[in-house]
């Protein structure tokens, strides 16, 4: 049972846009950052969204992040074939002292 | 370039001790904390602790305190990831990365990955 909540599985055509969601609580989102991880299959995980809704260098503007209260949300506009991933939240959790993540949301570009 | 190099994957018995290496470049290695985030096979990350090669400064998730032994050595850039009597259930992939911490917190994130090292523990 992962500390953070997002739905196991999402899916789109091409060119939609789609939205995850990851709920925590106020030891973890409610009080931190919310980072976003995308895992293309077989690959290690890629910092995608840090700080809640800044991108790193190279990733593109299609991606996006949110959050309001205890929770977030990636956006992903005009959706690619590519973007077929697994995507992690995270967020440092104070009462555990440890970095805690969402069970993850496997993306489908049907 | 940031570049995090994992040793190779290990095949190991139930009880035989294991040390799996990760080897920074491209930056400053004893300003930045470096840590070990482990996925079982099928399943989602999870944070297991983070080393400051600086100082040697080490936190563990509770999760994985007692089970690992993690440590560094400065001179050549490299991580480690311990265990002293492997079990099957530490069957995964182990993948190191580099902490960036968010100043006057203790709010850790990772921004760069190694490509993981695959242990697999079986009789």
């Known amino acids: 049972q992962s500390v953070l909540t997002q739905p196991p599985s999402a899916s789109g055509t091409p060119g939609q846009r789609v939205t995850i969601s990851c709920s925590g609580s106020s030891s973890n989102i409610g009080s931190n950052y919310v980072y976003w991880y995308q895992q293309l299959p077989g690959t290690a995980p890629k910092l995608l969204i840090y700080r809640n809704n800044q991108r790193p260098s190279g990733v593109p503007d299609r991606f996006s992040g949110s959050k309001s209260g205890t929770s977030a949300s990636l956006a992903i506009s005009g959706l690619r074939s590519e973007d077929e991933a697994d995507y992690y939240c995270a967020a440092w959790d104070d009462s555990l002292s440890v970095v805690v993540f969402g069970g993850g949301t496997k993306l489908t570009v049907l | 370039e940031v570049q995090l190099v994992q040793s190779g994957a290990e095949v190991k018995k139930p009880g035989e001790s294991l040390k799996i290496s990760c080897k920074g470049s491209?930056?400053?290695?004893?300003?930045?904390?470096i840590g070990w985030v482990r996925q079982m096979p099928g399943k989602g990350l999870e944070w297991m602790g983070i080393i400051y090669p600086g100082d040697s400064d080490t936190r563990y998730s509770p999760s994985f305190q007692g089970q690992v032994t993690i440590s560094a050595d400065k001179s050549i850039s490299t991580a480690y990831l311990q265990w002293s009597s492997l079990k099957a259930s530490d069957t995964a992939m182990y993948y190191c990365?580099?902490?960036?911490?968010?100043?006057?917190?203790?709010?850790?994130?990772?921004?760069?990955w190694g490509k993981g090292t695959t242990v697999t523990v079986s009789s």
């Open positions: 491209g930056y400053s290695f004893t300003s930045y904390w």
């Open positions: 990365a580099r902490h960036l911490r968010n100043l006057g917190s203790e709010d850790f994130y990772m921004d760069v």
